[in-house]
């Protein structure tokens, strides 16, 4: 992978939590919340109520401009998110993941230290200048955000479904050429 295992992860974590949004909403109980955890753990403080829920539904519009920002205009939001949570940062080590940095403390709610999460791994995106990593799907029926870590950049499409709808048109517009 070409970013390292929390930076990957962060990217993960909110390129989901943004493509929950798309039609049909998956993130509107406390169900989808708790899946959503499932796939991305994350340490510290979960209030499992309904204003985190609020929290992560409000979050989702920004996180998606965010990850789709223009280089310039992604150091600008990140500088924003940085400017407005008060950070602690500190190395930690917890369950499978060695030494990574927590920019805030774990008692901010989830919602803040997913927005904090996804701009320390923006940081990495900027420096690299690989914000081409994240794109909209290349579905034309989609809007999902797709997440190439791939070494070879060759990911198009959010997720299998979307990649493989196009693979079988594609497929039946050459028989039906032939």
């Known amino acids: 992978m070409f970013f390292t295992d929390d930076t990957g992860e962060a990217l993960r974590a909110a390129v989901l939590l943004a493509n929950t949004a798309e039609e049909p909403d998956t993130l509107t109980t406390q169900d989808d919340v708790y899946a959503f955890l499932v796939q991305h753990p994350y340490t510290g403080r979960l209030d499992r109520d309904d204003r985190e829920l609020s929290g992560l539904r409000a979050l989702r519009p920004r996180l998606r401009t965010m ?16 400017a407005e949570v008060s950070l602690s940062p500190r190395l930690v080590r917890h369950d499978e993941a060695d030494w990574h940095l927590h920019a805030v403390a774990d008692d901010h709610p989830l919602p803040e230290r997913i927005l904090v999460e996804t ?43 979307c990649a493989n709808r196009n693979a079988v048109a594609a497929y039946r517009s050459r028989r039906a050429a032939r």
């Open 119 to 161: 701009a320390m791994a923006l940081i990495d995106v900027i420096r690299a200048d690989e914000g081409g990593r994240m794109s909209v799907c290349a579905d034309a029926d989609c809007e999902a955000i797709a997440l190439d870590l791939s070494r070879n950049r060759s990911k198009r499409y959010c997720s299998t479904t």
């Open 67 to 82: 990850l789709l920002a223009p280089r310039d205009e992604m150091v600008e939001q990140v500088n924003d998110v940085l």
